[in-house]
């Protein structure tokens, strides 16, 4: 059963009729750019199929309840009284809730279900998709149409202000954005975008490595404070407005961990910006090349890479099918990406996934009981939509 018909006949089981809306987002694997959105960098990412879905009705109250059943919980507020709690799922939906209606939006008070299958914590922005579902189910029922760009600024103000996380606007972006058949390059100061296809006979898979993290903990922010003190030194608003001349001028007045931290953000602006003109060039190997470069770069300048990722992104940048492979996403743990010869996608993933299980995965023991490794072959999806059955 699709999730789209999973979410309608959870709905109908619970409100014994069927929904009036049924919206969706996608996650999103970034092929490239990783920690430049929040320092208005460039970003080249893509929508996956994997997705969240809501089947909605609005009702005659003013209150919203939302049944999340992949966590097996049921929330509700009042769209007149409400305010920040503890972290749960519910507060993506409150956090949209809260900056819409200071934007002077009229709300309508709906009740649904929601359910996906973008896996929380691996870097394929399971939030994003939450909150670009979320925004689209209030336009459904309240009667009033935002932009894709305003929509995802309303994503990353729940994320920096309502949940205290200073992430960038990259993931939003793509999911609110996202083109069939399209990676898009986002300038995420400007925030104007443009369409980058895929090189011929590639495909892109997704590696996960069955390890998660939790951005909240403070790691992604503590890089984000250490771009911002770099920027101090160097005397730029962000670190898109530097350059290596300008750094390697101030190399011997900089802290040597904050060197590194900017030298990784510097270069990962020119390495997208090069990658969005190989695939337009349709070409593979550079695109590859330059995915293998930004992981080393995360590794070993960003240090936001980890066990589990490098060894998968080592694996699969040994087979002969791999153009490159980098981690992915905020980093820590979680997912890592790799362009391949799409006529040999689902054996290098075989491959991959046994090598990794063998060499690595199954003798640490400090593995969750449920983690699970996986691989997916993508192609790129269409961004958030709004259904009507």
């Known amino acids: 059963m699709s999730l789209k018909h999973y979410v309608i006949a959870q709905f109908i089981e619970r409100f014994h009729t069927p929904p009036t809306f049924v919206v969706r987002a996608p996650g999103r694997v970034n092929l490239i750019g990783e920690h430049t959105d929040y320092n208005d960098g460039f970003v080249l990412p893509m929508a996956i199929e994997h997705a969240v879905w809501i089947a909605l009705r609005p009702n005659a109250t003013r209150t919203l309840n939302l049944a999340f059943v992949d966590f097996a919980q049921h929330s509700s507020f009042n769209l007149d009284q409400f305010e920040r709690g503890a972290f749960a799922p519910i507060e993506y939906v409150k956090g949209m809730a809260q900056k819409l209606l200071d934007d002077g939006y009229e709300l309508v008070g709906w009740e649904g279900v929601m359910s996906g299958n973008v896996p929380a914590g691996a870097g394929l922005s399971s939030s994003a998709a939450v909150e670009m579902a979320v925004g689209q189910a209030f336009q459904a029922v ?29 993931d939003q972006m793509i999911s609110a954005s996202g083109v069939e058949g399209h990676a898009l390059l986002i300038d995420c100061r400007s925030l104007a975008t443009q369409l980058a296809p895929l090189p011929t006979h590639s495909a892109v898979v997704i590696m996960d490595t069955g390890t998660r993290r939790n951005l909240v903990d403070g790691k992604y922010n503590e890089r984000f404070n250490e771009c911002a003190q770099a920027c101090r030194a160097l005397g730029v608003n962000k670190l898109r407005d530097a350059d290596l001349s300008l750094l390697e001028n101030h190399a011997g007045q900089l ?45 070993d300048d960003f240090e936001v890479s ?76 269409q961004g958030a939509q709004i259904l009507t059955d």
């Open 142 to 170: 309240s009667g009033f149409r935002i932009s894709p760009h305003q929509l995802a600024q309303h994503g990353q103000w729940v994320e920096n202000e309502w949940l205290k996380l200073k992430s960038g606007i990259m």
């Open 255 to 299: 802290d040597p961990l904050i060197y590194r931290r900017a030298r990784h953000v510097i270069s990962e602006n020119a390495r997208t910006l090069q990658a969005c003109e190989t695939m337009r060039r349709d070409d593979a190997t550079q695109l590859g090349q330059l995915m293998n470069a930004s992981h080393a770069s995360l590794r």
């Open 306 to 381: 980890g066990e589990a990722l490098n060894e998968i992104v080592e694996i699969a940048q040994a087979q002969a099918e791999c153009f490159g492979a980098r981690m992915t996403g905020g980093g820590f743990a979680g997912c890592a990406v790799a362009l391949v010869n799409r006529e040999h996608a689902n054996a290098f993933a075989e491959r991959v996934l046994h090598t990794y299980r063998e060499a690595y995965f199954n003798d640490r023991p400090s593995m969750p009981n449920d983690a699970t490794p996986q691989l997916y072959v993508c192609t790129p999806s």
